[in-house]
Nanobody
Framework: QVQLVESGGGLVQAGASLRLSCAASGPTFSSYYMGWFRQAPGKEREFVAAINWSGGFRVYADSVKGRFTISRDNAKNTVYLQMNSLKPEDTAVYYC???????????????????WGQGTLVTVSS
């Protein structure tokens, strides 16, 4: 199965942008559904965004819709999360996830994904 490594987190001010990357190892990356979750201090992990294998279908949490964009480059085995207009409430550890079977449309209701990255911290100051 694939292994995932996130990067791109950091400390930014409210209103700024960040792009997270998730590099996957393994020959079957293009067949995996991919996505992002986040976990703020003291809170449960929550769904952020997901994308299907071709990139043609994407779903977002209501809290990030219109501000965040998920994309993938199968040639580079990488999935991205472009985050614009960041707010202090976006502060969290962001986790990349992959699953070979769970359809993108089911991701908002699930946290039992097959593969997880180690997470990258995003801190948004007010």
């Amino acid at each position: 199965q694939v292994q995932l490594v996130e990067s791109g987190g950091g400390l930014v001010q409210a209103g700024a942008s960040l792009r997270l990357s998730c590099a996957a190892s393994g020959p079957t990356f293009s067949s995996y559904y991919m996505g992002w979750f986040r976990q703020a201090p003291g809170k449960e992990r929550e769904f952020v965004a997901a994308i299907n294998w071709s990139g043609g279908f994407r779903v977002y949490a209501d809290s990030v819709k219109g501000r965040f964009t998920i994309s993938r480059d199968n040639a580079k085995n990488t999935v991205y999360l472009q985050m614009n207009s960041l707010k202090p409430e976006d502060t969290a550890v962001y986790y990349c996830a992959a699953d070979p079977l769970l359809p993108t449309s089911s991701w908002p209701r699930s946290t039992s994904l097959k593969v997880w990255g180690q997470g990258t911290l995003v801190t948004v100051s007010s």
